[in-house]
């Protein structure tokens, strides 16, 4: 077995804080990674403080992982010792389900394997994340990495990046259209420079006229305030698609109404309270709302290599890890440009 050190939750009142236990052996398939950077997600918090209810604990949070590889196993081919790589919100699936086969990994019908605060395919053996040191991943569920890139900045596309980039490569949005983002956080600043970088013209739709200076450093070509309503009327039949990265319960009516005819509003944040959807909305002008869910690995290595491709990160501020539930409460204030990322070797020390 191999001895890890973590920071865990112990309850979901309790703050994070040191924890140690072993990780599997390498099998045939594997590979164990070394942790250099974690993101912190704001499903961490919610699965932290038990949220969504059924989180397992001891837990040690962390989908967002990159590190280097020391250890193979016999049967590994598509990767070496010292290769960078990546892990994200899942390490394995059934493989045989519909999804499975066609590359949605993300949607098996048996339920994946989480990161974390799930189980392996066993359906008995916790899964611990990466606010650790080390993770025995089987390779067909581990990412490669490029070098071209900081790593700091490459941890959050295992989460936010595919999250984003899976919507935008499923709708075909490019060049010519029209796309509002509305929530300037760690999915809307990726939403932003990645619907940008497709050629979209690009609106961010924020309650705050503070952060109208960042979208468009970001990419954004406009600027527009939720809570203008002259501004807001002026939007209405504009866009072809909304990403929608709001989790914080919100009207759906008051933007769908920005949909031009057959628009999408593709939903990415999960609001705690269930949202309703007026009919006529979606009725008068054929639009429809969606949703999106991570993505597959293969597409999730598509994204990796487009934003090494395209020079594209996350923007993240990087902490140390005792600082942990200090950064916790900081992203529930919407203190932070745009993802905290764990140095590990903060750990290590």
Known sequence: MNATQAYAAQSATTPLGPWSFDRRPVGEHDVRIDILYCGVCHSDIHQVRDEWGGSMYPMVPGHEIVGRITEVGSAVKNFKVGDLAGVGCFVDSC????????????????????????????????????YST?????????????DKLPLDGVAPLLCAGITTYSPLRYWKVGKGHKVAVLGL???????????????????????????????RKLGAHHFALIKDDQQMKALRNQFDFIINTVSAPHEYGKFLALLNLNGVMICLGVPPEASQVPAIQLIMGRRSIAGSL????????????YCAAHNIVADVEVIDIPKINEAYERMMKGDVKYRFVIDIASLKK
């Open 294 to 305: 991570i993505g597959g690995i293969r597409e999730t290595q598509e994204m990796l290599d």
């Open 134 to 146: 080390q993770i025995v991943v089987d390779e067909k569920y581990t990412l490669h990495v490029s």
């Open 95 to 130: 493989r045989e389900c519909h999804p499975c086969k066609a590359g949605e990994e993300q949607y098996c019908e048996k339920g994946n394997a989480a990161t974390y605060n799930g189980t392996e395919m066993d359906r008995k053996t916790p899964t611990y994340g990466g």
């Open 185 to 215: 956080g760690g999915l809307g600043h990726m939403a932003v420079k990645l619907a940008a970088s497709m050629g979209a013209e690009v609106t961010m739709l924020s309650t705050s006229p503070s952060k109208e200076q960042d979208a």
